[in-house]
Nanobody
Framework: QVQLVESGGGLVQAGGSLRLSCAAS????????MGWYRQAPGKQRELVAS???????NYADSVKGRFAISRDNAKNTVYLQMNSLKPEDTAVYYC???????????????WGQGTQVTVSS
């Protein structure tokens, strides 16, 4: 059973910073793309940032220059450093990852349980 466990959410004032972490555990061969999504009340879930196993990154326009995604492949962990936070960044943040379950390429996508980020004005 594969699991993604997030941590690091909380309440912060506008202009502040938070760092989210997401650790993968369980039985798998490797991890391909890892990413962070968010969902605000009444809105659709949206991609915030993603990173490949080789380190290539992709960001939503709304967070470029403020957020940074990174990963530690040895620890099967992805991070999201969030700086200059704005009230509109308030949402539940979800970790997502594409796993290769075996060496033959069998893949599966998993979600974490989500962590609340609240930015006060």
């Amino acid at each position: 059973q594969v699991q993604l466990v997030e941590s690091g959410g909380g309440l912060v004032q506008a202009g502040g910073s938070l760092r989210l972490s997401c650790a993968a555990s369980g039985s798998f061969f490797s991890i391909n793309v890892m990413g962070w999504y968010r969902q605000a009340p009444g809105k659709q879930r949206e991609l915030v940032a993603s990173i490949t196993s080789g380190g290539a990154t992709n960001y939503a326009d709304s967070v470029k220059g403020r957020f940074a995604i990174s990963r530690d492949n040895a620890k099967n962990t992805v991070y999201l450093q969030m700086n200059s936070l704005k009230p509109e960044d308030t949402a539940v943040y979800y970790c997502n990852a594409d796993f290769f379950l075996n060496r033959y390429g069998s893949g599966q996508n998993y979600w974490g349980q989500g962590t609340q980020v609240t930015v006060s004005s």
